[in-house]
């Protein structure tokens, strides 16, 4: 554990080198251990409580540490989870601390590359216009053309409209669709001139999924999309497990199949890149491949709802776990790559370079298709789960994707990330499990086996500023869910009315949500109280602007709404939590987490599930004090959190304020209130 009052080594400390700007005692703590991170190459982990400015906290070492000619630092990675973080980051933090600190440092946002228009690709699309695009997308075209004229960056977030899919699809940059210097628009290409702005910058905030994706493409000796780099900074590093999970497995569908072979050639609209007399023999092969395809995912979703160890039967939403091979796809990964090597041939014969690498493009993109099926369906990879995703369509069809993640990312992230990059600092509010247990469970998660660590309280007044509500004599809702479910809802108006609204009401279900939203509407309408539930249509950030415009309001939001959601004042004096945070046990990359303990003769429960459970909590609890002026109160329904021996550990992670427990009856009627 480092000191509380840690030094910069060679820097000196950090409060000297910018006696301009007043740091805060935690924050300035939080500076001192980056900084001394960097300064001696070592992995720091720092928990800062809510308040604590850890963005300050760790950007300030940063650019010192790049500015300082006497190191060997050039280039800091800042990667967050969240958008909302990466614009404060950007448009606030860093332009703030480049006017307080006294010296010249550059910093730029990175984005993965599908983010940028290309123009070559763009002027390809307009002359193509009538064989490619039907309806809105020839309108949509026009008008981005016209938005060439004023965007500064040419990147989707600039566009003041969302294009359809398969426009964007025909106009992005694309690494196997690119012609690079021989591009007469090399010169001028968005997509380029954000790598050179990233190259020369010294300061690059990415999100995790960029930071990611290039991380997975060095492990394969692939080239990556980032810059070198000395240091990688993760905010909100206590979802970098899930994150990484994603790109060191395997993610493929039907949809993306389809989706390939009809930009080809789509027989209905008659519409793609293999229109006239000169492909028809192609656009048999794309028509084959498409019908083999259908078959393959159909006869897998098929073979599948006969198995006796699907855990669901076929029409379920939920993943199906997959323990052996189900389908040989021989014919359909013969197929895809037969098209893929003509497509190459006759790419060959083509004298315009814009048409030869579109259709080598396509033929990548099919020979990807197909290796990742194949791998899929072979299963040979032992350190990977292999799950199934179906979900029913209007025409009595299934959209099937097939997934595989690591059971343990550890071994991956400790190969090619902390073994390889000298200086990884992790930060976040919630990153600890309890006193005695600590950091630990992150640690084991992620497999950073040796780490300097760091837990910095916030500063806020929590005795003051709030309370917590415990509830004692409601159902289990692990034995009891509806009983307990029912007792909730009857309970709801009770908490609520007492905050009139302005109210977070955090879920760990959609079908949960959507009951309390049923059973509120009535008492919202006679108490003239917004309600706001997720899922019912409404983006989040709009759902989030909506809940805070309206004087008196409940938003009903699941996983997304418990974190990464900033509402100070007077909007927020309530969170509501009505169950524990565990994660759903049938989901199969759970299931195989929680089989691996058991096989070492651990507890899955104590070891995995308990202590996710907590981060998450503690992400929850944290919403509602966000500034030194906030009030208001969390209360916790379940009342497993009283009555099981694990009930401290979540106890005991929280920030100590002052608590109450109601005694309710197991039919939700409060009976005593402190």
Known sequence: MLTPHGILGPQGRIARRLP??????????????????LAESQHLIVEAGTGVGKSFGYLVPAILAVTDPDNDIERVIVSTHTISLQEQLLTKDLPLLN??????FTAVLGKG??????????ARASKKERSLFVGAEAD?????????????????????????????????????????????????????????????????VVNHALFFTDLALRAARARGVLPSYDAVIFDEAHTIESVAGEYFGIQVGSGQVAYQLRRLFNPRTQKGHLTGKRYETLRKEVIACDRAARQWFESVHAKLATRSDSPVPSTSPSPVRVLNPIVDPGPLVEKLRRLAAQLHERAGKLKKPDDRVELESAATRLRVLASAIQLWSRQEDASLVY????????????????SAAPVDVAPALEKHLFQSVPRVILASATLTTGQREGFAFFQQRIGLRHAETLQVGSPFDYDRQMKLILVRGLPDPGRQREAFEQACLRLLPHYLEQTHGRAFCLFTSYAFLRKATRYLEPWAQKHEIGLFPQGAGTPRHQLLEQFKKHPAAVLLGTASFWQGVDVPGEALQNVIIPKLPFSVPDHPLIQARLEAIRERGGNPFMEYSVPEAVIRLKQGFGRLIRSTEDRGMVVILDPRILSKPYGRVFLEALPECPRYVDECSATGEVLSHP
């Open 20 to 37: 301009n700007y007043r740091f805060r005692p935690p924050q300035l703590e939080m500076a001192n251990a980056v900084a001394e991170a």
């Open 99 to 104: 006017a307080v600190i006294p010296r010249e």
């Open 113 to 122: 590359r599908g983010n940028y228009i290309s123009l070559r690709r763009l």
């Open 140 to 204: 949509q075209l026009d008008a981005i053309h016209q938005w060439l004229d004023d965007t500064v960056d040419g990147s989707l977030s600039d566009l003041p409209f969302e294009p359809t899919p398969a426009l964007w699809q025909e106009i992005e940059s694309d690494a196997s669709n690119c012609l690079r210097k021989s591009c007469s628009r090399y010169d001028v290409c968005f997509y380029y001139q954000a790598q050179r702005r990233m190259r020369h910058a010294q300061i690059v």
């Open 387 to 402: 799950w199934l995703e179906s979900q029913s369509r209007r025409d009595g069809s299934s959209r099937i994707r097939l």
